[in-house]
């Protein structure tokens, strides 16, 4: 299945009479582009252009307008006609259900293993000198691990996006792309790495009522050293698998996101660990080592900023990009403070192989479905329009049942939940060393946990995606944050009370056999 250069070009090339979609993107590749330039549309529907000059004209850019301006890639508006027929579909190239869930499930299945084998990672570091010492790394889990939802999606999802909107065909535009892109995703991956491990300190000296200094330089350069090289190597992932996806005429809504997270919790979290046990054998002879590794790190970050202000998308969201990252990572930090909690309590030990799995699944869907519907809005619609049925009140009924392809998505998606999860939760126990299905009553448990968990992130990506639309915020900047953080808390909170439900109906069932 190819997908159009952009809209435009698509009804541009619209006179070829019976001809499909891929052939028109074929046709007269000569035909002109031209940002700006006043357009009418003939009798015949077909748009001509009046004016085909080029104008380089200063203007101020915000954080919704499409991720390079309109001069660098020569995109036309479409008039009013045009974009209400687009909104009706019938210019969209048709996605059959069947090409959804093979490009969906593929991904889906290989971000699912990396999040099991995170999650059996997790199971057996828990038992390392530094993770018994600082429990406060606990807190650090979910937020460094959420980091993925924060810019690694997020940064897959803008990349998407450019490349069903024909922004990423010339060499000289897609490279500037994502030079821009990677550079302030890095010194967004230091901040946070930073602030992550701040707000770790503050809920563990709250907590527990003291914090050693030495845990909190150990604390601040495992994580931000694991935020860079983590957002370093995923971030050159996410590239090529967008990049591959072009070439292959998939649509990178359905593979980019998943396969950006596919083992991105794995190389977090083994960074982390490692990390954390290196740094810890340093505490007593050689403390300098940290400190020096933390300022090399901030050393950094004014190349950052430099290198990512002289893109134009990069410098729009390195002055507006920041509120929901920030955000989104409180979020993951209490999250990581239930999982902490649970953790200690002797009778939810086994949440913590659960965790990354329920998590990481929920996150991998919501995103896939916050891109799909980011990308439809970017192509029908202009920024603060919305289509006539998300102009009422919400009701879920909306999200799941439609003719349209992100109603279908939101179905197939929910419906992969239980089989997934199924495959998953076998696979930790065959990795365990287990020979036999889990007890029915964990699997019922945590099915139901996952299921509600990805329910309600399908809702709230349909009501949020369009909110922010409404208000002009580019989606695929800040939605998928808010939702993968979410996410985190929700699955962790809603497990927790699962194995709590568990707990409990074992104890009432050894009480009765004593009696």
């Given amino acids: 299945m190819v997908f159009p250069e952009s809209k435009d070009k698509q009804q541009l090339t619209s006179n070829s009479v019976g001809s499909s979609p891929s052939q028109q993107y074929r046709s ?4 002109p582009q031209h940002s700006g330039s006043p357009q009418h549309l003939s009798s015949n529907g077909n748009i001509s252009p009046v004016n085909i000059s080029l104008h380089y004209e200063p203007q101020e850019y915000t954080e919704t307008d499409f991720l390079l301006p309109n001069q660098l890639y020569g995109g036309s508006r479409l008039s009013g006609s045009m974009r209400a027929k687009d909104a009706d579909g019938s210019g969209a190239p048709a996605e059959s259900v069947c090409s959804m869930v093979l490009q969906i499930l593929v991904p889906f299945l290989l971000a699912g293993l990396g999040t099991v084998s995170a999650g059996m990672l997790l199971d057996v570091v828990q038992n390392w000198d530094v993770f018994q010492e600082i429990t406060e790394i606990f807190i650090l889990v979910p937020a460094v691990l959420g980091m993925k939802g924060n810019l690694e999606m997020t940064l897959a999802s803008r990349l998407s996006t450019a ?16 030079v821009g892109n990677l550079a302030l995703k890095q010194l967004q991956a230091t901040v946070l790495g930073l602030l992550a491990s701040l707000m770790a300190i503050v809920l563990g000296w709250m907590a527990e009522g003291k914090m050693p200094f030495n845990h909190v330089v150990l ?8 935020a860079f090289v983590a957002s370093l190597l995923q971030g050159i992932i996410t590239v090529v698998v967008i990049i591959v996806s072009k070439r292959m005429g998939i649509n990178p809504d359905n593979v980019a996101t998943p396969m950006a997270a596919s083992f991105g919790d794995l190389i977090t979290l083994a960074l982390l660990a490692c990390c954390s046990q290196w740094f810890y054998s340093f505490t007593e002879l050689y403390p300098y080592v940290l400190y020096l590794v933390d300022l090399l790190f901030l050393c950094l970050i004014p190349l950052w900023v430099v290198v990512s202000s002289k893109h134009p998308a990069s410098h729009i969201l390195l002055r507006t990009g920041w509120e929901p990252i920030i955000t989104a990572m409180v979020i993951s930090s209490i999250g990581g403070l239930v999982l902490d909690k649970s953790v200690s309590d002797p009778n939810l030990a086994g949440i913590i192989v659960y965790a990354p799995v329920i998590n990481g699944i929920g ?17 029908k619609f202009s920024h603060g329009e919305v289509p006539e049925d998300r102009k009422g009140c919400y ?22 939940v239980i089989p ?3 495959i998953f939760l076998h696979t930790i126990h065959l990795m365990k060393g287990g020979h036999t299905f ?16 990805v329910f309600s992130l399908l809702c709230m990506a349909d009501c949020m995606v369009h909110w922010l639309w409404r208000r002009r915020k580019d989606p695929d900047s800040y939605s998928i944050p808010y939702l993968t953080a ?13 194995f709590l439900i568990l707990c409990s109906s074992e104890n009432m069932d050894a009480h009765n056999y004593r009696t």
């Fill in 28 to 31: 007269n590749p000569s035909l």
């Fill in 163 to 178: 490349v069903n909107t024909g922004k990423m065909e010339s060499a000289r535009e897609k490279w500037t792309l994502i």
């Fill in 219 to 226: 604390l601040c350069s495992a994580s931000v050293t694991t």
């Fill in 363 to 379: 996150g991998n869907l919501v995103s896939i479905q916050s891109s799909r519907i980011s990308t439809n809005l970017h192509l």
């Fill in 395 to 416: 009701s879920p009924c909306r999200t799941f049942f439609g003719s349209g392809a992100n109603h279908r998505s939101a179905q197939i998606l929910l419906l992969l």
């Fill in 420 to 422: 997934g999860q199924l």
């Fill in 438 to 453: 889990p007890s029915p009553l964990l699997t019922v448990a945590f099915l139901s946990a996952s299921l509600i968990q």
């Fill in 486 to 498: 979410i996410g985190d808390l929700l699955g962790t909170a809603l497990l927790s009370l699962a």
